[in-house]
């Protein structure tokens, strides 16, 4: 699967902002698909993700604030996040498993292909 990140930007806190993730595979079938992010000196962590069936799985620092969607017939990976805080300044990744169903949690080992990252700044 190839995936390319788009969408990120510098917005001041409690702005918005609309990630896109373009995704480009052999099958028409939903498969697993999330949204990570890694600020820097830290570990990539979970920010959310969706199973084929629409099964949704958010982190608990953005629970409330961020929504993930899918357009299953353009193969796009969307992450709206509102409410944005200085804490939320990261490079945000998609990634992606050509599985039904996520895995539990929001674990990075699961996914195998990923994108190159979009820069999300929030200014306090």
């Known amino acids: 699967v190839q995936l390319v990140e788009s969408g990120g930007g510098s917005v001041q806190a409690g702005g918005s902002l609309r990630l896109s993730c373009a995704a480009s595979?052999?099958?028409?079938?939903?498969?697993?698909m999330g949204w990570f992010r890694q600020a820097p000196g830290k570990e990539r962590e979970g920010v959310a993700t969706i199973g084929g069936d629409g099964r949704k799985t958010y982190a608990d620092s953005v629970k409330g604030r961020f929504t993930i969607s899918r357009d299953n017939a353009e193969n796009t990976l969307y992450l709206q996040m509102n409410s944005l805080k200085p804490e939320d300044t990261a490079m945000y990744y998609c990634a992606a498993e050509l599985v039904w169903a996520c895995g539990p949690g929001l674990d990075k080992a699961f996914f195998h292909s990923w994108g190159q990252g979009t820069q999300v700044t929030v200014s306090s």
């Open positions: 595979t052999y099958t028409s079938s939903p498969y697993c």
